[in-house]
């Protein structure tokens, strides 16, 4: 009797541990609305072992793909209500609740990653970040949705003359929808869950996005024609809801931010090393691939900086582009 008292013992103590350490974990809900084989998925992972690591168990990280929670807009909405503690989030859809994030969006803004990069995780990157406690987040770092090309079903694309009356699917952002009217396209702006279904039932002719984004979807499967355009740099941001934020103590807090720091930096590295390896899949898959002289492209969106200059400041555009 005493042996098996003794066991009985043990294994009420056991579970005694076992349910106290699972009570004092936070468990923090991170979402993104791409699959398991993207770059933000990378980000994510990476997140999650630096947060778990580092806090000793005391927060874990559950990951929501696919849009499980909700497309990008939803996440943003639900993250102002605590509702989603974090999300991996596309530039783009920022600018519908804060207007000045879009100057990152404007054609042919940044030349090179290591541009892009500079001006992101300097001061004028910082003080994005901090604004958006104003609208119920906390921006942690900048990843990556990376340099952005277009797709198509229907011809090969050299010049803007070559993009008239195309049927383009874009971010629900306006500064794209601009761009891309300026360039002669129809423009279509969709959440990126309803347009793979229209690229599949052929009611919109193409896309943009980086090539990462064309191989892990399997873009090829309806898109014939890829055009190196790189005609805008998307950054992604990981962000959290300033409810999640405040209630983690400094610590924790310091953790999750470094965590988002390391994420950021895996992301990037992830895109930059894989570039010529989804250039060559995708030829390899029978995407016919052009690679347009920018200067025309350049010229014709032209009146979009004028647009957008007064709402942006010129000072910040040009701050921009001389990094």
Not at 158 to 163: A, G, K, L, V
Not at 272 to 295: C, H, I, R, S, Y
Request: hydrophobic share 45%; glycine share 6%; proline share 4%.
């Amino acid at each position: 009797m005493r042996k098996f008292g003794s066991v009985a013992a043990l294994a009420i103590l056991a579970l005694a541990l076992v349910c106290g350490t699972s009570a004092a974990a936070t468990d923090i809900k991170l979402a993104h609305v791409v699959n398991e084989n993207d770059a933000f998925h990378v980000c994510a992972l990476k997140f999650k072992e630096v947060v778990e690591a580092e806090s000793g168990g005391e927060l874990t990280v559950s990951i929501y793909p696919n849009a499980q929670l909700g497309d990008e807009r939803n996440l943003l909405e639900s993250m102002r209500m605590g509702v989603v503690d974090s999300a991996i989030i596309t530039g783009g859809p920022i600018m519908n609740f804060m207007p000045k994030f879009g100057v990152f969006d404007l054609p042919f803004l940044f030349s090179t990653p290591e541009q892009a990069y500079r001006v992101l995780d300097g001061e004028i990157g910082k003080k994005m970040l901090e604004e958006m406690a104003q609208h119920g987040w906390k921006g942690l770092a900048y990843g990556e949705r990376g340099f952005r090309n277009l797709t198509n079903s229907k011809h090969p694309v050299s010049t803007p003359e070559d993009m008239k009356g195309l049927k383009i699917r874009l971010m629900q952002n306006p500064v794209y929808v601009d761009s891309f009217r300026a360039l002669g396209a129809n423009a279509v702006p969709m959440a990126w869950t309803e347009a793979l279904t229209a690229l599949q039932q052929g009611a919109i002719d193409g896309q943009e996005n980086p090539l990462n984004v064309i191989v892990s979807f399997n873009l090829f499967e309806s898109q014939k024609y890829l055009a190196i355009t790189r005609h805008a740099y998307a950054p992604n941001v990981i962000m959290m809801s300033m409810k999640t934020w405040e209630k983690l103590s400094p610590e924790l807090q310091s953790i999750v931010q470094d965590a988002a720091v390391k994420a950021a930096e895996a992301n990037r590295t992830y895109d930059n090393e894989k570039e010529a390896e989804w250039l060559q899949f995708l030829k390899d898959k029978g995407m016919e691939v052009t690679t347009p002289d920018t200067a025309a492209f350049r010229e014709a969106v032209k009146p979009v900086y004028e647009k957008y200059e007064e709402e942006f400041g010129k000072e910040l555009v040009e701050a921009i582009l001389a990094e």
